[in-house]
């Protein structure tokens, strides 16, 4: 198909053709809304039909609440449809269990829908995290097949991967089978084109685990400052009730 460049909306990504997979690689929803919500919004204002395919982990009403603050009149995009926003085991799973060919024939049919209703095309996010490891092989061989169609039709698709989940040699496969992918290291979002070289893989690979790394060294240091908090409200108590006895006596005397 022709190549007409869309608005991403994302920072770090310039305007794309048509067909554009990318891959987010996360640590939180905070991840997700910081580059999800410009992302919607783009497609929005320039004639697309948006759909946000989400995981437990953020709610339809944190989206939708999200995407008011930063989006003019967001509640007449809902309010046309024009904007869906789907839990991700009702688009993906039927009597849960995944049909590659069966889901990948929904996405075309639906482009064709909002196509011929008068949209641009179709600007689509997934959240994987209901991909376990039994599933992981078939899920891997489905984005591989997604890479190759989507540039023959009007769509834009963002698929992330939560860092907490996955390990790095299933990173690189899912990168492998995006043409950009998308990471937060050291505060700052970075932007991976793709192909991955054969002779790149071990240095991305131990960047990779840096950030596996890391992400590991905040949860425990979560783990630990919670239980300091903890520790330090439970004598605050025990002061505040040794006082309280203190001052019981004073007041009886």
């Known amino acids: 198909m022709t190549e007409i460049t869309r608005k991403i909306g994302i920072e770090v990504l310039e305007d794309c053709p048509w067909g554009t997979h990318i891959c987010l690689f996360y640590e939180n929803k905070e991840d997700l809304l910081e580059t999800l919500v410009p992302y919607f919004k783009a497609g929005l204002e320039n004639n697309e039909h948006c759909m946000w395919i989400t995981s437990e982990l953020l709610t339809k009403d944190e989206i939708v609440g999200a995407m008011r603050e930063v989006v003019s009149h967001f509640d007449s995009y809902m ?7 789907i839990p991700a085991k009702e688009w993906y799973l039927i009597d849960n269990a995944f049909n590659s060919e069966r889901t990948l024939d929904d996405w075309i049919k639906k482009v064709d829908t909002v196509v011929e209703k008068g949209y641009d095309g179709l600007r689509i996010f997934g959240d994987l995290l209901w991909v376990g490891k039994e599933n992981w092989e078939k899920f891997k061989d489905y984005e591989a097949e997604v890479n190759e169609v989507l540039p023959d039709f009007p ?27 998308l990471i937060r290291y050291d505060g700052k ?7 991955i070289e054969m002779e790149d893989e071990y240095n991305l690979e131990e960047r990779i685990k840096k950030v ?10 979560q783990e630990k400052y919670q239980k300091a908090f903890e520790e330090v409200d439970f004598f605050k108590d025990l002061l505040m009730h040794d006082f309280n006895n203190v001052l019981s006596n004073i007041k009886a005397s």
Do not use: D, G, P, V
Request: proline content about 0%; hydrophobic content about 30%; overall charge positive.
């Open 79 to 85: 309010a046309k449809n024009q904007i869906e926003i």
């Open 155 to 181: 769509m834009l698709a963002i698929c992330s991967y939560s860092l907490t989940k996955y390990n790095s040699k299933e990173i690189i496969e899912a990168m492998r089978n995006h043409q950009y992918s």
């Open 189 to 195: 979002w970075e932007r991976f084109n793709n192909s």
């Open 212 to 221: 596996e790394a890391k992400t590991k060294q905040l949860s425990e240091s």
